[in-house]
């Protein structure tokens, strides 16, 4: 299993400001996943990141409004850029340290943008 | 494109009854894998069960169990003995088992268990 840490948990945001949320695991992974959770909803698959290669976006998502970091094999970062109230969800990282498609999610951080 | 479908947006069963939630999925690849994960209130979301496609025996975790049907392309959680405890969203999830391929997910069931 992986324990995975999210900073901030929970945050209230001005519109037209940014947000970056921090994600710790306590193992080396190699490929770290960005869902995103709206009130209501399913998780949405943002990105994948991948440690010195840049994330891969899926559709409808840019590098522009979700930019990610990973500096090494434990860490990883999510900016919400220019916020808007459609931005308001929760923001969950995960990992799959089994290569079988079994994701370990962190506790999310819930995003309230005003 | 991969789609998961829940028909069920919740449900409810009574302490220690069972309940099945259903879960249909679209796909033109022949293996793959099918998850049950659940999100309790406080929102981090956790495996419930695993299937493989190529795995025609069905999976069973302590009181959690599914009813995979490849053909239909059917894969319903049943659970035995509700418990408070078990009140979550749930959501089933496909994976193609191309090498890191991403999980789809279907839209969530909120189950609810009343004492």
């Known amino acids: 299993s992986a324990v995975i840490s999210q900073k901030p948990s929970r945050d209230i945001c001005q519109r037209g400001t940014s947000l970056t949320i921090q994600c710790q695991v306590d193992?080396?992974?190699?490929?770290m996943f960005w869902y995103r959770q709206q009130p209501g909803q399913s998780l949405t698959l943002i990105a994948t990141?991948?440690?010195?290669?840049?994330?891969?976006?899926e559709s409808g998502f840019v590098i522009d409004k979700f930019p990610i970091s990973r500096p090494n094999l434990t860490f990883s970062t999510l900016t919400v850029s220019n916020m808007s109230p459609e931005d308001s969800s929760i923001y969950l990282c995960?990992?799959?340290?089994?290569?079988?498609?079994?994701?370990?999610f962190g506790e999310g951080s819930r995003l309230t943008v005003l | 494109a991969q789609t998961v479908t829940q028909s069920q947006p919740e449900m409810s069963v009574q302490e220690a009854e069972t309940v099945t939630l259903s879960c249909t999925y679209d796909?033109?690849?022949?293996?793959?894998?099918l998850f049950w994960y659940k999100q309790p209130p406080s929102r981090q979301m956790i495996l419930v069960i695993r299937?493989?496609?190529?795995?025609?025996q069905n999976a069973t975790e302590n009181r959690f169990s599914v009813n995979f049907q490849k053909a239909a392309k059917s894969f319903s959680l049943k659970i035995s003995d509700s418990q408070l405890g078990d009140a979550a969203m749930y959501f089933c999830?496909?994976?193609?088992?191309?090498?890191?391929?991403?999980?789809?997910f279907g839209k969530g069931t909120l189950l609810t268990v009343n004492p």
């Open positions: 999830a496909y994976r193609s088992a191309r090498v890191n391929y991403k999980l789809t």
């Open positions: 995960s990992v799959d340290i089994t290569h079988t498609g079994e994701l370990f």
């Open positions: 299937q493989e496609a190529y795995k025609q």
């Open positions: 990141a991948n440690q010195g290669s840049e994330a891969t976006y």
């Open positions: 796909t033109s690849e022949s293996d793959y894998y």
């Open positions: 193992s080396q992974v190699t490929m």
